[in-house]
């Protein structure tokens, strides 16, 4: 004998049993939302004004409603929530279609910018060298022109004294200001200092 399917359409697999047009989560929500609205109503409209309190309370009416009442694609909404979080903020990036040739091309592209990448690191390396030689050459002709005009250290020793004698007498004055202070006063300073 042949075997007989019987078609089962999807309203039966949703069946509810409904109480005066409402099935048990919708009068849950129902009496929530009579619960907390008209409280809020009475609460906020002589504190904020009538006009805003009504804002408020479409929106909570609105939000618990919508969490009580409404389906899409056969989902609850606390089912469908996650899924339009996922979709609209963490996913939310345009998918192109791209043909295998296409594909091909563009990872060819990105191996020769790493190609290309490496090739500008050896650019580097040789401007570095170039900088490196360029100094030697300005030191060497310095030597030569240190022996060329008789230019001897001696002169850099001397020019150095003066700025170290220079540097002393801001010295003795800074001190001078300093033994002036107060302890508490040189206490704050290095504390500012941050010594």
Do not use: C
């Amino acid at each position: 004998m042949d075997d007989i399917e019987i078609t089962v359409f999807d309203e039966i697999k949703d069946y509810k049993e409904k109480i005066y047009f409402f099935n048990f989560r919708q009068w849950i929500f129902a009496i929530l939302i009579a619960v907390i609205v008209i409280p809020t109503y009475i609460i906020l409209k002589d504190k904020i004004g009538e006009e805003i309190t009504s804002y408020i309370v479409i929106a909570i009416a609105g939000s618990l409603g919508f969490i009580g009442f409404v389906k899409i694609h056969e989902l609850e909404a606390e089912k469908i929530l996650p899924y339009w979080f996922r979709h609209y903020f963490l996913f939310a990036k345009p998918i192109h279609y791209i043909s295998d040739e296409e594909y091909k091309l563009l990872h060819e592209k990105k191996k020769k910018g790493k190609k290309s990448k490496s090739r500008q690191m050896q650019k580097i390396d040789k401007q570095s060298a170039k900088e490196i030689k360029r100094k030697q050459k300005q030191e060497k002709l310095l030597m030569k022109a240190k022996k060329k005009y008789g230019i001897t250290e001696n002169v850099e020793i001397i020019r150095s004294n003066k700025t170290k004698d220079k540097i002393d007498k801001k010295d003795n004055e800074l001190i001078e200001k300093l033994s002036k202070l107060t302890k508490e006063e040189q206490e704050v300073l290095l504390k500012l200092l941050g010594r």
